[in-house]
C-alpha cells in the first residue's frame, strides 16, 4: 500500500536554528498538506500546497514558516529560526484529488527544540 | 468557532464492551466529519467518516452516531478488543476547505 514517508523520524535543534522537515508524498498525489501536533494537544493544520502555490495557510504558520516542492517527489516545510514552542510532531498529508476524503497522513517527524 | 470538542480524554474499556467517544462542534458550515485512528509511531489513518445527510453510518464494528439539531456526533466500537487500543481523533472540515479541524484525541484501552 502507497504510504506518505517523512524523514528523519525524529529531530533535535537548538533554540534559533533553522530546521527541514521532510516529505515524499504518494506518488501521484498534488495536494500537499503539513499539520502539527504538540504533546498532548489536537492536531492543528499549518498550510496546504498545490500547484507549487500554499493555498491556505493557519494564524500558525507565520513568517519562520515556509515550504516548498523543490523536486517532483519531496515536500518540505522549513522553520527558519525555531523557538521552544515549536517542539511538536509534524505531519506531512496528501491526496491525489484534493478531496478531504483522500487524506493520507504520514508518520510525522517529532521536533524537539532545546 | 472553529472548534471541536472531544471527550472523554482517556477511555478504559473492557474486552467485548462498547466504547464511546463523543464530539461536539459550533460551525454549522461543516459538512464532513471523519474519524482517525493512530497507533504509536503512525500518522493519524481515516477510519470511518460521515455527512450530515444521515444520522448514522456504519462500518463493520465502528459506527458514527449524528445528531445535526445538538451539532454533536459519536464514534461507536462495537465489540472492543485490544488490538482497537489507540488514539482516536474526531475532526470536522466545511465544503471547499483544505483543512480538517481536529478535536483533542481520545486515547482508548481495551483491556483483555
Known amino acids: 500500500e502507497p504510504e506518505v514517508t517523512q524523514t528523519p523520524s525524529h529531530q533535535v535543534t537548538q533554540m534559533g536554528q533553522e530546521v527541514i522537515l521532510r516529505c515524499v508524498p504518494i506518488s501521484n498525489h498534488l495536494y500537499f498538506y503539513w499539520y502539527r501536533q504538540i504533546l498532548g494537544q489536537k492536531v492543528e493544520f499549518l498550510v496546504s500546497f498545490y500547484n507549487n502555490e500554499i493555498s491556505e495557510k493557519s494564524e500558525i504558520f507565520d513568517d519562520q514558516f515556509s515550504v516548498e516542492r523543490p523536486d517532483g517527489s519531496n515536500f518540505t516545510l522549513k522553520i527558519r529560526s525555531t523557538k521552544l514552542e515549536d517542539s511538536a510532531m509534524y505531519f506531512c498529508?496528501?491526496?491525489?484529488?484534493?478531496?478531504?476524503?483522500?487524506?493520507?497522513f504520514g508518520s510525522g517527524t517529532q521536533l524537539s527544540v532545546l | 468557532q472553529q472548534q471541536v470538542k472531544q471527550s472523554p480524554q482517556s477511555l478504559i474499556v473492557q474486552k467485548g464492551g462498547i466504547s464511546i467517544i463523543n464530539c461536539a462542534y459550533e460551525n454549522t458550515a461543516f459538512d464532513y466529519f471523519p474519524w482517525y485512528q493512530q497507533f504509536p509511531g503512525k500518522g493519524p489513518a481515516l477510519l470511518i467518516a460521515i455527512r450530515p445527510d444521515v444520522s448514522e453510518k456504519k462500518e463493520g464494528r465502528f459506527t458514527i452516531s449524528f445528531n445535526k439539531s445538538a451539532k454533536q456526533f459519536s464514534l461507536h466500537i462495537m465489540d472492543s478488543q485490544p488490538g482497537d487500543s489507540a488514539t482516536y481523533f474526531c475532526a470536522a472540515s466545511r465544503q471547499g476547505a483544505q483543512k480538517l479541524v481536529f478535536g483533542q484525541g481520545t486515547r482508548l484501552t481495551i483491556n483483555p
Open positions: 498529508a496528501s491526496t491525489r484529488t484534493g478531496r478531504r476524503e483522500k487524506l493520507f
